[in-house]
């Protein structure tokens, strides 16, 4: 398909030229053979013209050389492509090349000189015969020095009107692709076409692009797989389906993968409706673009009858989980959010996004531990808040199996246990323990230090009838700190290697929004003594996501490496998120299940129980030994791994 009218108008003249050029890349071979067809002709009649003078040169010649030279062009067009003269790229020719081109000219000059001489033919010239090889040579490599010195001189010229040349490959064709033309063009893109499985939009223009096909003319397109392709006619692979399923996303994705090239996408669906960004904005690929399931979709009405016009207090509320839980209580419009969070930098961080962003919504930052009884206390009943989300924890796994296994128990049990109290003394109405996956038959003191806080959040409810306590449980999040995906994008702009500590790792994933929205529903639908559980899909490969982001990031596996380090202490090639004897009940939203939370080894259901347990929790001190034999006789199904 030709380039429009409207959108080589809307270009500068280099980038006219460029797209041009880039788009008769997708022809290349054909091409460069008519072309060099061409040059054995011109070169023909210029060794005529040397040979017999400007008077003579096309009047001597025989009746049949045009049949002569018409067979002369066929023989040297097999032994071009024979050769793979076709597949060059001139821009990229050198000292390999001319070797080919000479090759090809011997063969093919050896093989016509002997089938005229064979034929009798003696009215072409023996010296044409002789010197057309040689000129024929020179014409080649002097037009493909010219093609060269053409196109760096244009490189050059469209760098000094500002910078990088970048060439797109948009894949989608819809609303989205429409308003991403003219930002992308305001910015200095040149957009080479646009790519759609609907076939009612294949063949039609966009904006001045064409719609050269359905999505799986992308690798052909881009010339993936081939180790003579011309990467330069494409730089880039955007993805523009804001509004397409997890799924279609997901291929469109892998496709643009294949290609080997860099892939931006545009932002999606949620972030255009909620106004955070812009369509003309490109990005990166994000973890939840990975995820490759529809995400759950929640009853946002009963959240806004939970938190609307009411006081919230986020714990941790710095943290990746608890800053997207005040993001998201914040779009509801509460009376007051108090945030609570141990680092000062992480709390001045949170206040001033939320103040720039929800500027009508009373912010209270305060900087406190949620192990001091006292200070929690006092701090509930000054703010009675209504609902309170525990998002304040030690979570990393490693870190915590070391010599901080006291301090995950103080924070995580301790933390838990002093604020669910301050909660209930202060008539609280919802409290939202965050648990983990990992708290299901733990191997690690992170996980069995959670389970013993669920057991903490059991042991309460049965006491204070007047708050309902409740915990979520989900899977590992994308994206947040001290997760997989930070750590494997920082490793691929290091230059590699990425690091997986074992190939048949798996875990379930979700985003922190999904997070952040079940903590919600928990609050609004669960009862006391409950533990809401994500059904999230199929678990996922952690050596697969780390492949996934080099291939999206224009890198192979060959460049950047994957090496598995070993399983950490305390690691499990997999998690569950329901114990065997764990029971599960409906609710009335889909995909979100209860589980209720068995007692523990211990019985700590009565006020005597769990006050010698918390006694027993404060006395270990720093004493990380001491913690794990706690955690062992508190959660009777912790395993620590051998050492």
């Not at 196109?151 to 797109?168: F, K, N």
């Not at 070391?402 to 995580?412: D, E, F, K, P, R």
């Not at 409290?431 to 230090?449: C, E, R």
């Not at 691929?492 to 997986?500: C, D, L, N, S």
Request: include cysteine; aromatic fraction near 6%; glycine fraction near 8%.
């Amino acid at each position: 398909m030709t380039p429009s009218p409207e959108s080589m108008s809307a270009l500068g003249p280099w980038h006219r030229l460029d797209l041009l050029l880039a788009r008769l890349r997708r022809r290349r071979e054909p091409l460069t053979l008519l072309v060099d067809a061409l040059v054995v002709v011109v070169c023909w009649n210029a060794t005529y013209l040397f040979r017999l003078g400007f008077e003579r040169w096309f009047a001597a010649r025989a009746d049949y050389d045009v049949l002569v030279l018409a067979g002369v062009v066929a023989v040297y067009a097999a032994a071009f492509s024979l050769l793979g003269v076709p597949k060059g790229l001139w821009r990229f020719s050198g000292f390999g090349e001319v070797q080919r081109f000479a090759l090809a000219c011997m063969l093919a000059g050896g093989v016509s000189a002997g089938v005229i001489i064979a034929l009798g033919l003696v009215k072409i010239p023996r010296s044409v015969l002789a010197l057309h090889p040689i000129v024929t040579l020179m014409g080649l490599a002097l037009v493909r020095l010219l093609y060269r010195m053409v196109y760096e001189h244009l490189r050059s010229r469209i760098a000094g009107q500002g910078g990088e040349v970048r060439r797109a490959v948009v894949l989608g064709a819809g609303a989205a692709a429409r308003l991403l033309l003219a930002g992308l063009r305001a910015q200095g893109w040149v957009v080479l076409g646009l790519l759609d499985d609907d076939a009612g939009k294949q063949g039609a223009v966009v904006a001045g692009v064409p719609v050269l096909g359905p999505l799986e003319m992308l690798p052909r397109l881009a010339g993936a797989g081939s180790q003579h392709s011309d990467a330069s006619a494409a730089t880039h692979v955007v993805v523009a389906m804001p509004s397409a399923t997890r799924a279609q996303r997901r291929r469109a994705l892998d496709l643009a993968a294949a290609t080997g090239l860099p892939v931006l996408t545009v932002p999606s669906a949620d972030e255009l409706r909620t106004g955070t960004a812009r369509i003309e904005r490109l990005r990166d690929i994000e973890p939840d673009d990975l995820l490759g399931r529809e995400p759950v979709v929640l009853d946002d009405a009963g959240v806004a009858a939970t938190l609307r016009g009411r006081v919230v207090l986020v714990t941790g509320a710095g943290g990746s989980i608890g800053s997207e839980l005040c993001r998201q209580v914040a779009r509801f419009g509460p009376a007051r959010l108090v945030l609570l969070e141990l680092s000062e930098f992480n709390l001045y961080t949170i206040e001033q996004e939320l103040a720039a962003a929800f500027p009508h919504v009373a912010l209270e930052p305060l900087i406190g531990d949620v192990k001091d009884a006292a200070w929690m206390q006092a701090l509930c009943a000054r703010w009675r808040p209504a609902v309170v989300f525990h998002a304040a924890a030690y979570k990393h796994v490693p870190l915590m199996e070391g010599a901080n296994a006291a301090a995950a128990l103080a924070n995580n049990v301790l933390g838990t246990c002093r604020t669910a109290e301050a909660a209930a003394l202060a008539g609280v109405e919802r409290f939202v323990l965050i648990s983990t996956d990992k708290a299901v038959n733990p191997t690690n003191v992170m996980g069995a230090s959670k389970r013993a806080a669920e057991q903490v959040i059991t042991a309460l409810a049965a006491r204070h009838a007047g708050t309902r306590f409740m915990a979520v449980r989900f899977g590992n999040v994308l994206g947040s700190s001290g997760s997989v995906i930070p750590r494997f994008k920082e490793q691929i702009a290091r230059g590699g290697p990425v690091t997986v500590t074992h190939p048949d790792i798996i875990r379930y994933f979700m985003t922190i929004p999904e997070a952040a929205r079940l903590v919600l529903q928990a609050a609004a639908v669960g009862e006391s003594g409950q533990v809401m559980v994500l059904d999230m899909g199929e678990p996922v490969r952690i050596v697969d996501l780390a492949r996934d982001l080099i291939r999206l990031s224009g890198h192979t596996t060959d460049e950047i490496a994957i090496e598995f380090t070993g399983l950490r202490p305390g690691e499990k090639l997999y998690e569950e998120l329901l114990a065997d004897t764990e029971a599960t009940l409906p609710t009335t939203v889909q995909r979100l299940r209860v589980a209720r939370i068995a007692a523990g080894g211990d019985d700590v259901d009565d006020a005597a129980a769990l006050a010698a347990w918390i006694a027993r929790t404060e006395a270990v001190g720093s004493d990380d030994t001491a913690a794990r034999a706690l955690l062992r006789g508190w959660v009777p199904e912790y395993r620590p791994p051998a050492p």
